[in-house]
């Protein structure tokens, strides 16, 4: 149980276009969803909380505008990289927690590349 | 705030030998919750354990054991035996009651030799 899963893995786009991720728990109901970011041989970098049925909480220094969450069910969120720049290049991981005491799902990520 | 610190950055061992990683953590809740985690190159992230800070049982678990000590805030990780598969990236993490919110360390590349 508790799986999670990410789309798409890996993804090109253009410099200026949008890239939407999807993030879904497949076999359980999260009320709340997180989304991360990892530079190559870094750590993961929470980037925002996303709260299903209001707005996502973002993590000082990052961009709201830039990148927009949707958590319109307890099942989906959604991360939309809008205007790329080869600068947003990065792995971004979702997870997500059906309660505590289950601890964290993370999705299988998605490696996006500016070009 | 909570924080992670894993001072090792990169540790190399030859397979068969028994590998030890550090994590040491701070925060001023007194109900909180520590993880590991281990990061293939395919990049996703494997659940090892989670603990709560009511709990300082020590686990095993096959190769892989626990020592969580509350009294030094550390919560350190040992791979037994090691083998070439355990090559990864490690992670330490902690999240508190009062907080969602998952902290991670910096990680600890384990490189294993044949």
């Known amino acids: 149980g508790a799986v999670v899963s990410q789309h798409p893995s890996w993804v090109i786009c253009k410099s200026g276009t949008s890239v939407k991720i999807e993030c879904r728990s497949l076999?359980?109901?999260?009320?709340?969803m997180f989304w991360y970011r990892q530079f190559p041989k870094q750590s993961l970098m929470l980037m925002a909380t996303?709260?299903?049925?209001?707005?996502?909480?973002?993590e000082q220094g990052v961009e709201k505008d830039k990148f927009l969450i949707n958590h319109a069910s307890l099942t989906l969120s959604t991360l939309t990289v809008t205007s790329a720049h080869p600068e947003d290049s990065s792995f971004y991981i979702c997870s997500a927690s059906r309660d505590r005491g289950h601890g964290y799902t993370f999705g299988s990520g998605t490696r996006l590349t500016v070009v | 705030a909570q924080k992670v610190t894993q001072a090792q950055t990169e540790i190399s061992v030859v397979e068969k030998e028994d590998v030890t990683l550090d994590c040491v953590y701070e925060t001023r809740d007194t109900t909180y919750y520590l993880f590991w985690y281990k990061q293939p190159p395919s990049g996703e992230l494997v659940f090892l354990i989670r603990r709560n800070s009511f709990d300082e049982q020590n686990e095993i678990s096959g190769r892989y054991s626990w020592n969580f000590q509350k009294s030094t805030s550390s919560f350190n990780f040992t791979i037994t035996a090691s083998q070439v598969v355990d090559s990864a990236v490690y992670f330490c993490?902690?999240?508190?009651?009062?907080?969602?919110?998952?902290?991670f360390g910096a990680g600890t590349t384990v490189t294993v030799r044949a």
């Open positions: 996303s709260n299903e049925g209001s707005k996502a909480t973002y």
């Open positions: 993490a902690l999240s508190v009651l009062n907080d969602y919110k998952l902290s």
């Open positions: 076999d359980f109901q999260a009320t709340t």
